[in-house]
């Protein structure tokens, strides 16, 4: 293995794990410091619109039911209202999906949330729903989004390290990663909300602690 081609690799390397720690923010909300990777609120609320359609596609549409959308958004919209989710720089939208098989909600970065025609039919009360809703704009809140891109800057980073490493012991061609990374990296942070988390009706009243 040629010196150089290990050096470039450790530099690679160093520099994504600097990046990692060397980007973080504090969040006036959770009182946390953070690893986001130096992604603003605002790049944030960016990501989440550009992510919405897809979503709302992937999960049937928006469900046509009026009032069933209405309640949904005015108990979310009163639900930001009355906890700190409102003083944060997030644009909170609540939207029912025309899924009745799917039981599932989930938020996207920068306040898009959503929830299932399958999990709303669950719920048996308004205090269940805003439960629901509570959990996926404490996701928002607390930005585990900008944190799990963050986070797959920092693997992917040390990835190419390695696979430079990997290309000389195998005789590969030094063609540079970068662009693939990149490529890579960008479906990625469009890809993770795609993966929902579940939410559990059997425990809708619990709220995460920044939005109790």
């Given at each position: ?74 108990i979310?919209?009163?639900?930001v209202?009355?906890?700190?989710a ?7 939208e ?17 306040g898009?949330?959503?929830?299932t ?8 009360t ?29 693997t ?41 988390r579940?939410?559990h ?12």
């Amino acid at each position: 293995m040629s010196r150089s081609r290990l050096l470039i690799a450790l530099v690679v390397a160093v520099i994504s794990v600097l990046g990692y720690f060397g980007k973080s923010a504090f969040n006036p909300i959770t009182q946390e410091k953070q690893h986001v990777a130096g992604i603003t609120p605002e790049q944030e609320v960016a990501l989440g619109l550009q992510a919405a359609p897809e979503m709302v596609q992937q999960f049937g549409g928006l469900d046509p039911d009026s009032k069933a959308q209405a309640r949904v958004r005015q108990i979310g919209e009163r639900l930001v209202s009355r906890t700190a989710a409102g003083r944060s720089p997030y644009h909170f939208e609540f939207h029912l999906l025309d899924d009745p098989e799917t039981i599932n909600a989930f938020a996207l970065p920068g306040g898009q949330v959503f929830i299932t025609e399958g999990l709303l039919r669950r719920l048996q009360t308004d205090g269940q729903l805003a439960g629901v809703l509570g959990h996926e704009t404490g996701h928002v809140v607390g930005r585990h989004g900008a944190e799990h891109i963050a986070k797959q800057q920092l693997t992917e980073g040390l990835t190419g390290a390695g696979g430079r490493v990997r290309s000389e012991v195998d005789d590969r061609s030094d063609e540079d990663p970068g662009p693939e990374l990149t490529r890579r990296q960008a479906a990625g942070v469009l890809q993770h909300p795609s993966q929902p988390r579940e939410s559990h009706p059997a425990d809708p009243g619990s709220h995460p602690k920044t939005l109790s």
